[in-house]
């Protein structure tokens, strides 16, 4: 059975490294909850972290540009230096494809160590750091505030959609 999109990767990938994952980015939230109280509903800090998670590569594209890469790669070699370089884009492009099919290929977990999240996993953050920020009516407790109970409260909240 192909799984679906959105669990495809966490489901491939270790139990311990899905939860390092999700720890760094609930210690990202609560750490901009705890600066928000401290620095009296300054916004400065939430709104750099959201132009960082602009910027982030999710997996899919981590693994794109890795394939691509190696698979140019193996063809210029394969055409100007020794023909048997002709089996890396092979190989490569092999592995893109079970990883298009079942959400698995043998770089996966090692970018996964690295802490290269998915577009969900990042949404999640962004979202919660939104709530946070004061984006949505539904977060219990004053915006400018912040604080820990309302860095969890984002957090939930951001799972939850």
Known sequence: MIPGTA????DHTADNVNARIRAASD????????RLEEMNGRLDDIDRRLADLEQEWDIERTLETNAAALALT??????????RFLALPALVTGFLLQHAIQGWCPPLP?????GVRTQREITEERMALKALRGDFDNLPGDPATG???RG???IVAARQR
């Open 7 to 10: 669990a495809r990767l966490p």
């Open 27 to 34: 210690a990202r939230v609560l750490d901009a909850a705890r």
């Open 74 to 83: 193996g063809t210029v070699l394969g055409a100007f230096v020794d023909r």
């Open 110 to 114: 090692i970018f996964r160590r690295r």
């Open 147 to 149: 604080g820990e109970a």
């Open 152 to 154: 969890r409260a984002a």
